[in-house]
């Protein structure tokens, strides 16, 4: 035989060579589709807090909005804003979840100074005066329905982690002082 011979020269009929070429199609195909569900390819938020954005293309864009809590009972918002135009964080409202997934006491929330979004400028919400929420049942590790209402870019209800604050990075979190008056 000689050394460059091919399957033809060998006496492979042309019914071997056919399934010979369909095994190896079948195992490209089956090999191709590895990895294709990776968890690198599928798109998710790189952080605790939740992304969403508020009032189409022209709105605000929330990224990485988290409930911290140093206790039980109480927290405060952190996450970053950016708006396409100028408007408000006008109120906070919502529910606390329970542990069990039915809804608990709704949230009072205290916004101590107004929050206002100008057109493209990054807001840090821990960089002012924090934005307090109480309910009996808020607790880290669990959850909260959190509304936002802004004053030209409407309002979203979005379910919010709870997240420890006493732990790792958000352990250092301070609010600014509050300017006097005077």
């Known amino acids: ?17 056919l399934v010979a070429g369909l095994l190896l199609a079948l195992a490209v195909t089956v090999t191709t589709a590895c990895g294709t569900d990776q968890q690198t390819l599928r798109p998710y938020t790189p952080a605790e807090g939740i992304n969403f954005d ?14 911290l809590s140093r206790a039980e009972g109480e927290g405060f918002l952190s996450g970053t804003m950016v708006a396409a135009d100028r408007t408000q964080l006008t109120a906070v409202s919502g529910k606390a979840i329970k542990s069990d997934g039915t ?13 206002s979004l100008g057109e493209g400028v990054l807001v840090v919400l821990t960089d002012g005066p924090f934005i307090t929420v109480r309910s009996p049942d808020l607790k880290a590790g669990l959850v909260a329905d959190v509304t936002l209402q802004f004053s030209t870019a409407g309002s979203a209800t979005m379910r919010v982690p709870v ?9 250092t979190i301070t609010p600014e002082a509050t300017p006097s008056a005077g």
């Open 54 to 67: 508020v009032g189409g293309e022209r709105g605000v864009k929330v990224r990485n909005l988290m409930i």
């Open 103 to 115: 809804d608990g006491a709704p949230l009072t929330a205290t916004i101590p100074s107004s929050v």
């Open 163 to 171: 997240i420890d604050g006493n732990e790792g990075p958000y352990s």
């Open 1 to 17: 035989m000689r050394p460059n011979s091919s399957p033809a020269s060998r006496g492979w009929s042309p019914t071997v060579r």
